[in-house]
């Protein structure tokens, strides 16, 4: 089993910045791919930024220039620096993983989700 938990949410004026961590544990032998997804109140959740095991990136047209996605293998982690928060911002974030297991199986994991709210 593998355990995603996120840190960094909060609530910040437009114009701020806000850093969110994800740290995977449990029985893995790598991470793939992995996400930042957002869900805002009566909304779809949406991609906002992923990033490969090689380091490519992607982001949402919303986000592009705004927010940087990053990851450290060696501690399983990532992180989603979000700087020029605009209050659309605002929803709820979850952190994905792709994750090859010890035992040899491919899963998908999501987070529990971090709020971020984003004050006009």
């Known amino acids: 089993q593998v355990q995603l938990v996120e840190s960094g949410g909060g609530l910040v004026q437009a114009g701020g910045s806000l850093r969110l961590s994800c740290v995977a544990s449990g029985s893995i032998f790598s991470i793939n791919s992995m996400a930042w997804y957002r869900q805002a109140p009566g909304k779809q959740r949406e991609l906002v930024a992923k990033?490969?095991?090689?380091?490519?990136?992607d982001y949402a047209d919303s986000v592009k220039g705004r927010f940087t996605i990053s990851r450290d293998n060696a501690k399983n982690t990532q992180y989603l620096q979000m700087d020029s928060l605009k209050p659309e911002d605002t929803a709820v974030y979850y952190c994905y993983a792709w994750v090859s297991s010890k035992a040899g199986y491919n899963y998908v994991y999501w987070g529990q989700g971090t709020q971020v709210t984003v004050s006009s």
């Open positions: 990033i490969t095991s090689g380091d490519s990136t």
